[in-house]
């Protein structure tokens, strides 16, 4: 079994900070692509940032320059550290990642449970 868990999310004021954490557990060979997603109230779920296993980055225009995803690939932990955080931020935050089960060839895709980010202005 495969279990990615979150944390870190929380209430922070415009203009503050928090950062995110996601840890993938269980049976892994190899995590490859680690990604935050997030969907606010009445919208769609939308992609906010994604990293390779190689480091690789990439990220929604909203946040470009406001968020940095990082990865601990010893840990299989991803982070989204949030600056300047604004009001349109708020949202549930989900980490997914595609991971090789050990014992398989086969990549799948896994997902947290979410974490709740709310900005108030």
């Known amino acids: 079994q495969v279990q990615l868990v979150e944390s870190g999310g929380g209430l922070v004021q415009a203009g503050g900070s928090l950062r995110l954490s996601c840890a993938a557990s269980?049976?892994?060979?190899?995590?490859?692509?680690m990604d935050w997603y997030r969907r606010a109230p009445g919208k769609k779920r939308e992609l906010v940032a994604s990293?390779?296993?190689?480091?690789?980055?990439d990220y929604e225009d909203s946040v470009s320059g406001r968020f940095t995803i990082s990865r601990d690939n010893a840990k299989n932990t991803v982070y989204l550290q949030m600056n300047s955080l604004k009001p349109e931020d708020t949202a549930v935050y989900y980490c997914?990642?595609?991971?090789?089960?050990?014992?398989?060839?086969?990549?799948?895709?896994?997902w947290g449970q979410g974490t709740q980010v709310t900005v108030s202005s």
């Open positions: 990293i390779t296993s190689g480091g690789y980055t």
């Open positions: 269980g049976s892994i060979l190899r995590v490859n692509a």
């Open positions: 997914a990642a595609m991971i090789v089960r050990s014992g398989s060839q086969i990549e799948a895709d896994y």
